[in-house]
């Protein structure tokens, strides 16, 4: 399967814990996103790397939250002290020409 | 203001029928990508189809076409001889800015519409 890769899909963890997920993009795609969708809502926006770089973070993307993407193929999303409001889906996509390509997502689950 | 709005909480359509989905775009930007994306429930986003702000004509794939009209701000999705499979939700999302071969900006999704096709 050559699409986009999340681990671990479910995440079930206590308020105060940290946690962190691993997206693999499609091997020749430069630029990552990761965004997060709560129920019934659409994705939103929360960081970008192009190869390594971060390039762009979102307000939502608060200091609890790191990204890295640190040899420009795989990334992690770090939450740090995890709130029962990061409870959402965390989705990550890639894109080498302009559409984005999703992958399965990782759900949280904050008790 | 909302950037994506989509009028359409939910849809009930018969099989076979045809099926607009509506979205309607804010932005200030002369250059931008449209994107709609399908979420079964499965949860994953499956990309449908894209139109350039500068595209001179409507995107087509397969059985969807975009029906773009730059000056109402419009780019309603058109799902020709629908099926039981379309059912799921759909996402209208917009890139701001200018495109040179790859996406710059992470993407703003509209609320989505949840489409049902009944037999």
């Known amino acids: 399967d050559t699409g986009v890769s999340q681990d671990p899909r479910h995440k079930i963890t206590k308020r105060g814990q940290n946690v962190t997920f691993r997206c693999d993009p499609i091997?020749?795609?430069?630029?990552l996103y990761w965004y997060r969708q709560t129920l019934g809502q659409g994705p939103e926006f929360l960081t970008y790397?192009?190869?390594?770089?971060?390039?762009?973070k979102s307000r939502l993307l608060s200091d609890r939250f790191s990204a890295e993407r640190p040899k420009g193929s795989f990334s992690t999303l770090e939450i740090q002290r995890t709130e029962q409001g990061d409870s959402a889906m965390y989705l990550c996509?890639?894109?080498?020409?302009?559409?984005?390509?999703f992958g399965p997502g990782t759900r949280l689950t904050v008790l | 203001a909302q950037k994506i709005t989509q009028t359409q909480p939910g849809m009930f359509v018969q099989e076979k029928e045809a099926v607009t989905l509506d979205c309607t775009y804010d932005?200030?930007?002369?250059?931008?990508?449209l994107f709609w994306y399908k979420q079964p429930s499965s949860g994953e986003m499956i990309f449908l189809i894209y139109?350039?702000?500068?595209?001179?004509q409507n995107a087509t794939e397969g059985r969807y076409s975009l029906n773009f009209q730059k000056a109402r701000k419009s780019a309603n999705l058109v799902i020709s001889a629908s099926q039981l499979g379309d059912s799921a939700m759909y996402f209208c999302?917009?890139?701001?800015?200018?495109?040179?071969?790859?996406?710059?900006?992470?993407?703003?999704f509209g609320k989505g519409t949840h489409l049902i096709i009944q037999p």
């Open positions: 996509a890639s894109s080498a020409r302009g559409e984005q390509f």
């Open positions: 091997s020749e795609h430069n630029r």
């Open positions: 790397f192009q190869n390594e770089a971060q390039l762009e």
């Open positions: 932005t200030s930007d002369p250059s931008y990508g």
């Open positions: 139109q350039g702000s500068y595209d001179q």
């Open positions: 999302a917009m890139r701001e800015g200018s495109y040179s071969g790859g996406g710059a900006d992470g993407l703003t």
